[in-house]
Structure formats: C-alpha cells, structure tokens
C-alpha cells in the first residue's frame, strides 16, 4: 500500500525500522540522566546539553496529569441497589504483629481497610467487629476470641469479593462498548445537523452515560487511553470514522458552508471536531506500534486522499472567523495536542508531512502567531508548537538510525526553518512576562534549535533576553524552591551557549 507516491521508498525503509528491536531502559515521568549506551523509545521527551552531550529522558505528559497513587478497588453496593466501585489506599508496611490465617489473610490489614468505609456501607455490611488486640499490646487474646473476629472478618470479606465478582460480571463487553462508539458516529455522519440541533452541550451526564457526539467522543476517548482498546478500536475500522469528524465538511449540509449556519450550531461542530482530535492523540501517544495510524490514505466524500495527520494540519491551521472564541481556541489546543501525540518519535508521519509541506504550514501559521496573536491562541498552543520542533529535532538526533540521513536531514531543516526559528526567537524577545513553565520549555527549545537556526544577526538581542529571565528569577528568588532555580538557571545557560553556535 503506497502511502503518498513522492516518497514511496522513505515509507518502505520506515516501517522495516518500526519492525526493528532495541535494548531500551525503562522511561519514567521523572527526567533521567541516559548513560552513553542507553537507548530508549521514540516520542519520549528529551532535553540535551549541547555543552555537556548529556541527555535526559522522561514520558511525555501533554496534559500535565499525575500518576496516581496505588490504590484497590472495592464494590458498596448503594441504598438504591447500584453499585460504586471505592478506591483505598495501598500500603507496604505491615503491622508489628499481623494476624494472618492459613490462606494468607491479613485480618487487621482488612479491618484497617474497611474501617475507612462510609458508616453507612459499614452499617450494611452488619458492622465491623472490634480488633480483639491492638498492635503492640502485651495482653493475650484467646483463641475463642481469634475465632470470632476471624470468623466474622471471613465472612465480610467473602461477601465484599462476591459483589465485586457480580460488578465485574454486569459491565458491558469492553468490545461492545467500542462498537456502540462505533454505532453512534455513523449515526451522526447520516445527518449531523439533525443530531446538532438536539444537542445540548451544558447537559450533566452521569459518568459513563452519553446522549450525544460529543459526549460519545469523550467516553469513547477515555477508552482509547488503553493500549489494547486502541487497537480494537482500529480493528473494529473505527479509526477512519473517528478522522472524519475532523473535517468541516462532514457537518455541513451539501450545498452549504459553515459560515452560513448560525453561530450556535457552528459553536457544536468546533466542540465535536475538538473532541475527535483529543481522541485521535490519545489513542496514539507515546505507542510506536499505532504510529503508521497518523498516515493511513483514506478518502472523505469522495474527496482527495487524506490522512490523520493531514486532517490535524487542516484543522489547527483553518483560517477562523474567529480565533478567539473560546471553542477555536480549545479546538487548537486539543489539535496541536493530537499533532504532537502523531508526530513525536513518528519519523513516518514527520516525513510524511514534510512531503506534504505540512511541516511549513505550522511553521508560517506559529510565526504568525508570536508576531501579533499571542493573546488569541493562548500561551498553551504556542507552548506545545515549542516543545513538538524541540522533540522532533532532538529525536532525530539521538535516532539516527530511525531513517535514512537524508530523511532526516530533510525533516530537521524543515522544523530549523526560517519561520520555526523565528517564531522561537519572537517568544524570547517578547515584552511581556512568560509562566516560568512556558520559559523554561523556551530554554529547552532554544538548546536544540539554536546550532541549527540563522540567529546571528540577533544572537547579542537573545541572549540579553535569557539574561532577562534570570534576572527575574533572581529578584523573586523566595517563590522557588532552591533545586528548581538551580535547575532553571542550568538551562539558561546552556541555552545561552548554544546560542553560540548558532549560524
């Protein structure tokens, strides 16, 4: 299957190299220091010291969420006979002296644990016994009275995994949900103005529960975040579907355009295209087995071949009649959001949208952007077009082998452009104060792109412009933590070197 003709064999070379294994070490949200022989996986995020050649590695994380804590689950049946799954703590220490019984029970460990129920589920599990020894104490128990609590503890604890074995069993087919997913969009592609017209976006929905597109993207979304559900949902031919809901033509009636619908139902579609965007990256990011995804062909209304990294394109870098309303903005969010979850580590959709001056187009419309718009898009969209020229360079840098020189050649000159670099520069030079999070993925961008950037007509003005960051630093030294401003101040003058080699 020939993915786009000009570059027929880049495509035949990448997808043998995505086929190839490699000794990886194990890539964590926190930033690691890489050993000289270490490898690692493609689209993780990387900082280097160009001074230095050190690298540090950690997981990409585009929307800032936290590891959650280590938990289990249990099932409280309500008094209107649903079912709540009650998330509690885990913990490795164990008491002074555990009672435990012959098949490995903790009874205080349990007692501990459900005592931190409701009283009301503690009610309708009859109550919990007493601990007949507390720990630490010296007085004896008998063993009538051991009996009894263990007794009784057994019970509760055999009645608490059979409703839990019970929940388990009622939930739908993981499957099954993917194909009603699948269902619901086909429905709406028959006649979407018709389901736009009985949408109501404010509606509250119980969680789980959906009435609508939007809704059926958003569940269907946090179904995507897993790696196998991804991958039925590919199977099962959800995927082309999912694409075509970013295309503004799929919602508009034939003979009409989006600008002649009122504002209200204009204000849906942007909400529905946001939403298929936040679910494309998800099913993507960080998962190099779903990277050939991003440039599958496929045709919508019988229109061109298009792909998913190609319909991300079109929707970020749309001419909007009005860029700052609230739902084109978080429509460019959720979309840049989509492209660097398609794009990093993915050297086949990177020289895909090379070859298809994809690359250029984000770069016109990013210089565009830092020239004058910078309040209209927000902070966030020009925070990621940062990090996704930093990331794609910095891959390709320590990945080499992932493609041929001259591809990779070709896909940093296109990220080095005129209009990327400049754009970055723009952002250092700006007036205004940045978020201390937004310099500091300036500094990392600055650290890859400098050596590559013609900044030499202005290398004495950025640099002034990072000394300016410290300065500020400085003067609010008691707002950071130490190890933190030790940390920024680090960046900024590796930046300030690399600034050096710039051409």
């Given at each position: 299957?020939?993915i786009?003709?000009?570059n ?6 990448l997808?043998?190299?995505?086929l ?10 926190e ?11 493609a ?22 969420e ?6 289990t ?11 709540q ?7 490795d ?12 029970y ?9 005592s ?25 128990i008998?063993?009538e ?7 009784r ?7 608490r ?16 949900v ?15 103005i ?17 009435s ?13 975040g ?8 590919h199977t099962?031919?959800g995927w082309q ?5 970013l ?12 600008g002649r ?7 849906k ?5 946001a ?40 929707v ?21 959001y989509?492209?660097?979850a ?6 086949l ?16 419309l ?15 969209v020009?925070?990621r077009?940062?990090s ?38 723009q ?12 310099q ?13 950037c ?10 002034k412009?990072?000394e ?18 030790e ?11 690399s600034?050096e080699?710039?051409?």
């Amino acid at each position: 299957m020939r993915i786009f003709s000009r570059n027929c064999g880049i495509v035949l070379f990448l997808c043998i190299k995505f086929l190839a294994d490699a000794k990886e070490v194990e890539v964590t949200k926190e930033w690691q220091l890489l050993g000289d022989n270490d490898t690692i996986p493609a689209g993780m995020h990387v900082r280097m010291d160009m001074s230095t050649g050190e690298k540090w590695v950690k997981q990409i994380d585009e929307d800032g969420e936290e590891q959650a804590s280590s938990t289990t689950e249990s099932a409280v049946i309500q008094e209107d006979g649903s079912v709540q799954l009650i998330a509690t703590p885990q913990s490795d220490e164990k008491p002074e002296t555990a009672m435990t019984s012959e098949n490995g029970y903790d009874f205080e460990m349990m007692h501990r644990t459900l005592s931190k129920l409701p009283k009301e589920e503690q009610e309708r599990i009859g109550g919990l016994p007493e601990l007949p020894q507390n720990v630490g104490s010296s007085r004896r128990i008998t063993s009538e009275e051991r009996k009894a609590f263990e007794k009784r503890m057994g019970d509760i604890w055999e009645r608490r995994q059979q409703e839990l074995k019970e929940l388990q069993e009622g939930i739908m087919d993981l499957p099954e949900v993917l194909k009603e997913r699948i269902k619901s969009i086909k429905e709406y592609l028959t006649d979407p103005i018709a389901h736009l017209n009985k949408m109501t976006l404010d509606e509250a929905l119980p969680e789980g529960r959906v009435s609508h597109i939007v809704s059926v993207l958003q569940d269907l979304e946090y179904h995507l975040g897993d790696v196998d559900m991804a991958r039925d949902f590919h199977t099962l031919g959800g995927w082309q579907l999912l694409v075509t809901l970013l295309s503004e033509d799929v919602h508009v009636p034939q003979n009409k355009t989006i600008g002649r619908l009122s504002r209200r139902t204009e204000e849906k579609i942007r909400a529905v295209q946001a939403q298929a965007a936040w679910a494309i990256g998800t099913a993507v990011k960080n998962t190099e087995e779903f990277f050939p995804y991003a440039v599958e062909p496929f045709s919508i209304k019988n229109h061109d071949k298009t792909t998913a990294v190609d319909e991300l394109i079109n929707v970020f870098c749309h001419q909007y009649q009005d860029p700052g309303s609230w739902e084109v903005r978080k429509l460019m969010e959720k979309a840049i959001y989509g492209l660097g979850a398609v794009l990093r580590g993915n050297r086949l959709a990177q020289a895909h949208i090379v070859g298809r001056d994809g690359a250029s187009r984000l770069g016109t419309l990013f210089y565009a952007i830092t020239s004058d718009q910078i309040q209209t898009v927000g902070v966030k969209v020009i925070q990621r077009l940062l990090s996704l020229a930093g990331d794609v360079v910095s891959d390709i840098v320590l990945h080499p082998e992932n493609a041929t020189p001259d591809i990779n050649t070709m896909i940093i000159a296109a990220f080095t452009s005129n209009e990327w670099c400049g754009a970055t520069a723009q952002m250092i030079e700006v007036d205004e104060f940045l978020a201390v999070p937004v310099q500091q993925t300036l500094l990392e961008t600055v650290q890859v792109l400098a050596p590559r950037c013609n900044w030499s007509d202005r290398k004495e003005v950025l640099q002034k412009s990072i000394e300016a960051f410290k300065k500020e630093w400085d003067r609010r030294e008691s707002m950071f933590d130490a190890e933190h401003l030790e940390q920024l101040n680090l960046l900024a003058n590796q930046a300030i070197k690399s600034l050096e080699k710039s051409n």
